[in-house]
């Protein structure tokens, strides 16, 4: 089975139709070695949108926590990081808390602005038409633990739960009274870091949850349909088979204790710092049809 989640290679992928596409900053700094972006495999035909303009896309972001725990394997304990911690960086601070409904959308923001930019606006997005839900004020979705969403084993089970974690996001949201068809895409941003980057030594949190794009062949392989079964009446429903994408709150280890485990012997970590950004163009891509510029087989 082909994914389009992130596959554990060792380089960064470029897309592109006409564009190039962003890579991450993964700076080398006081010996230490970064770590590896994990690049989703794509097939050679292409996710479209569900009209045919790239014009004024809308997007939905869903800010969707987990039940508290303490979860070794997983980071942090299932809730967005609201508190900034910077006793290990007195610099600048990348991604920093609140993880509120404004943080994401200035994540939407800059998604929108990379595109535009890079496309000369032959993409752009209507970010007063996008949302992010639950609102600024409100408390984010609640959903099972983190790791009911990773497979201790049986890689082809990840696809699985993944698309349980995106279609009981939508349907929590559905339940609100939302109306998640009045967007192009829809963008899950989970609590906690997304398992999408190799490291040097043994990774301390094995199940947390990698990003992806979901797409209607995930959905189909996974549900039976090519899409969400969204209720839209008494016994009806719709399919909602639009773009979706699986991220986390944020890519920067700093603000979790982890970081002294995969960097050991360090005090000041302002220089191995990650953002969201880089990871969420690159998801991006898939959601609008690009066709990666990188072998999907091997990286």
Known sequence: MLHRRIPRWHQCGIFSIWLVWATLWLP????????DLILPKSKTTSLQLSGPSTANITILGLRVAFEPDVNLSTTGDGQFL???????????????????????LAQLEAVANYYERVTREQVTFDLMGSLVFPPQGHEPILLNRMATYRPVSEEDSTDILLVRLFEE???????????????????VFHAGLGQDFTYPFLDPTPLDIPSAAIDP??????????????PVGDDLYDLYDRPGIILPEGQNHIYYDIVEDIFPGGS????????????????????????????????
């Open 268 to 299: 000041d970590y302002c220089d191995v710092q990650i953002g969201l950004t880089g990871t969420f163009a690159l998801l991006m891509g898939y959601a609008l049809g690009l066709s990666p510029l990188f072998d999907t087989d091997d990286g």
């Open 82 to 104: 609201m508190s900034p911690d910077s006793s290990r960086c007195d610099g600048f601070l990348v991604d920093p808390p609140p993880h509120d409904a404004d943080y994401f």
């Open 169 to 187: 996001s939508m349907l929590a949201a559905v339940d609100s009274g939302l109306d998640v068809f009045d967007y192009d895409i829809a963008v």
């Open 28 to 35: 080398q700094v006081r010996g230490q070695i970064p770590p």
């Open 217 to 230: 062949e995930m959905i189909q392989a996974a549900l039976g349909t090519s899409g969400i079964p969204i």
